[in-house]
């Protein structure tokens, strides 16, 4: 394994699989499989989760709700989306700890960065809930910051597609996937695999990102093999 300690971000979407709105119950099974086969390997592995599937600020307050009292709704949205794949984890037997940047103590454990990094010592997933704590971020910003804080020595940013393409696979058939990237070339050309805050905190602290696709199943012990999946960011 070349990784011991990795950050996974998913978004909500990840956990909506085909359906519009919401969680695919199937879907989550699966991804808490992937995790399982992760953790049995001793990797210690945190998550943070979004809430796009349920929630999203931005889009809340284009439609003229207050941006901060949305993205407030956003993160309380990702606290969902976490204790739901937490059920999953443990369903399997896989020891997890939702911990929520907003406090909610009757239903998780508040952020607590060195409690965070004891559970990972003790082979517990920890899935951080509620993103950053702060609107006007986003939960890529938070897998940034928590990668940082935690130590992680790489980022997994789950998506639909098989990593970073020159163009939008889904619209151009000829789009070309890079197999690596760094920083800044994913800053300039507005490549939009995280966001600008998410991918300068990275850079900064020089955590690389791997983005893969995660409905292949299997990825994500791959890219802790070392085996090259989707696209590599870094400096
Ligand atoms: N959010 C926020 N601060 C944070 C993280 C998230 O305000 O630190 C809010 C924001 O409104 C966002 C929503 O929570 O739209 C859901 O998160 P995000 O859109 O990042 O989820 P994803 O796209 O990963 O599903």
Do not use: P
């Given at each position: 394994?070349?990784?011991?300690?990795v950050l996974l971000?998913?978004?909500g979407e990840a956990l909506m699989g085909n359906l519009g709105y919401g969680i695919d119950p199937k879907v989550v099974a699966d991804?808490?499989?992937?995790?399982?086969?992760?953790v049995q390997e001793k990797v210690e592995?945190?998550?943070?989760?979004?809430g796009g599937n349920i929630f999203r600020g931005v889009k809340a307050s284009a439609a003229?709700?207050?941006r901060a009292t949305a993205d407030y709704v956003g993160m309380i949205a990702t606290v969902m989306n976490a204790m739901t794949l937490q059920d999953a984890l443990e369903r399997i037997n896989i020891p997890t700890r939702v911990q929520t940047a907003i406090a909610m103590q009757e239903v998780a454990e508040p952020y607590i960065r060195r409690r965070a990094i004891r559970h990972l010592e003790l082979g517990r997933v920890v899935i951080f809930g509620a993103g950053s704590g702060n609107p006007f971020f986003t939960t890529d910003t938070t897998a940034a910051l928590r990668a940082?804080?935690?130590?992680?020595?790489?980022?997994?940013?789950?998506?639909?597609v098989d990593g970073v393409y020159d163009s939008d696979p889904v619209k151009n058939p000829d789009a070309r996937l890079y197999k690596s990237l760094n920083y800044n070339?994913?800053?300039t050309e507005d490549l939009r695999v995280m966001d600008g805050t998410a991918i300068a905190l990275c850079k900064e602290n020089n955590i690389p990102i791997v983005v893969f696709n995660l409905a292949e199943r299997g990825n994500i012990i791959r890219a802790i093999k070392g085996e090259s999946i989707g696209t590599i960011i870094g400096g």
């Open positions: 394994m070349i990784y011991q300690r971000k998913l978004s991804i808490a499989q992937d995790i399982a086969q992760v592995v945190a998550i943070v989760v979004g003229g709700m207050d940082a804080e935690i130590d992680a020595q790489v980022i997994f940013k789950a998506t639909k070339h994913v800053l």
